[in-house]
DNA sequence: ACATATACTTGCAAAATGCAAATAAGAGAG
DNA sequence: CTCTCTTATTTGCATTTTGCAAGTATATGT
């Protein structure tokens, strides 16, 4: 069997291409630290500006003036919390959300394009292997995770 | 079935994780660019300037400067091409090999702990998958390759 | 020999990064 | 209620990274 991180190696780097190219759509034109940014923003319900930070384990002074880039691309909306009135309750705006949308869907479609090489039943073991492997990631305490926290 | 695009975001942004998490190794410290490099330099046979910087998609400028910062740190060395002498052959230096196999160690022992939350049988329909997933990544030709070439 | 193409480097300005410090607001002790 | 401590976010600032345009050096073709 090769090198196990080898095969880590190449596949982490064609997503990467993947999400890379995937950051022009519709006239819009977005960073890929843009893109994995509304795509959390997206996924998790009402994030702070900590949580999403955190998620993507980018440092919290360069996350907070990436935010304000989006902010005024008019792509994402800083809402204080209710609650804690410290906190910015993160969410997309409807253009932004329009944006994600179309990302997700470029990606899947491409990644459609990927999984038509394969039979269905290979297709549902590759995809249950991954499912299975970012569970066992979770599980690891000393592997995968930022650092700093 | 969860979004597919999901699945393979959070895997890469937890390898990603690792690959940070292993760019601090026995008294050397590097930066994740700087990994992926000296993993391709040393994967590579005897490449150019100009290949590792497609190979991973960066800008050949910025890359050449990259390559100068790590001459520098006296992990990598430029030599001249024999045949063509424009070219600049790079290699590892004693250094540089010691830092990247270090590097890849302690990421396949990580891997190796992620791997221990499977049957055997798992571990291997998984790392199968894996390789099914980048030869059919391979074939694509829309997807998941740098852009501008 | 001269024009053209290729591999790499450098100048420069813009963007991203991260530490230290500032600001703002909640939480607990008295 | 006030003082102190903690937490969430922002700002100042210096450093690093980035990528386009242009430059240098070498090869290739006519």
Redesign the interface.
Known sequence: ??????????????????N??CCGVSGYEISLTQSHIL?EID?QHQPSIQQVAET??IDITTFSRQVQSLVKMNLVKKTPSVEDRRVMVLSLTTEGKYVATAV?KM??S??????S??TDF?KE???R????????????K??????GD
Not at 129 to 140: E, F, G, H, R, T
Not at 142 to 147: K, L
């Open positions: 069997m090769e090198n196990i991180r080898a095969l880590f190696q190449v596949m982490t780097r064609r997503f990467g291409f993947l890379k190219n795509y996924h993507l384990g997700d990606m899947n491409f990644l459609d394009e990927v999984f090489y394969m290979e073991t590759v995809l292997s991954i499912q299975l492997l970012n569970s066992c990631m979770a599980k690891s000393m592997c995968c995770n930022p650092v």
